[in-house]
């Protein structure tokens, strides 16, 4: 919900949570190197949602917002997959998210660009989604509720944050269902830094 479109669309109208809201995937969920998507059998609508990823490079917790950008070294574009009708159960009885959001390949993540390689602030980003060769999804990282620094601080108060960890910061308005046979490309500004297929 750090977009203000998406937000809407989920709600009808801009809702802002009085603090971020945080969910984990295991690392189980990582999908790396263009390697197919499998739809779950768990699910009737699997939806996409386009986010930009930092990648942290350094030890961190309880990290102030002024220093936060010393924490990520590379960005790239990912796919945080939901399983959206089993989500809609477990809010109904105000349950975690981790089923539907956590669960084997559902974190698809692209190829990492180092940060000083962009020459653009990180609040100044573009990136966007196609599917089948028709962009489904655009986003501006000016566009979001909370800073990428903002979001490191924030979860650096709750998680010690580690090399390697990866932050997916928020989908912008257009997310919808995969099928079977899509192929899916993400761009992070002019470069595309993800491409993989859905089984």
């Not at 984990?24 to 699997?46: E, V």
């Not at 981790?98 to 993540?109: H, M, N, P, T, Y």
Request: charged share 25%.
């Amino acid at each position: 919900m750090n977009y203000a479109e998406h937000n809407k669309e989920l709600h009808g109208s801009l809702y802002k949570t009085e603090e971020p809201v945080i969910f984990t995937k295991a690392d189980s969920a990582l999908l790396t190197n263009g390697r197919p998507f499998f739809i779950p059998d768990f699910t009737q609508r699997c939806d996409y949602e386009t986010e930009l990823v930092v990648r942290i490079c350094r030890l961190g917790r309880s990290i102030s917002p002024r220093f936060a950008h010393r924490y990520y070294d590379a960005i790239t574009v990912g796919i945080d997959f939901t399983a959206r009708d089993l989500q809609e159960k477990l809010v109904a009885k105000g349950h975690p998210w981790e089923l539907c959001k956590g669960f084997d390949g559902s974190a698809v993540i692209g190829r990492f660009i180092a940060k000083e390689t962009l020459g653009r602030d990180i609040q100044d980003l573009h990136f966007h989604l196609n599917i089948n060769g028709a962009t489904v999804q655009r986003g501006h990282t000016a566009d979001m509720l909370r800073t990428v620094d903002d979001l490191v601080s924030y979860i650096s108060q709750f998680f010690t944050l580690k090399t390697g960890d990866l932050i997916y910061t928020g989908t912008p308005a257009g997310v919808g269902p995969v099928h079977i046979d899509d192929h899916l490309e993400g761009w992070l500004e002019d470069e595309k830094v993800l491409e993989f297929n859905v089984k």
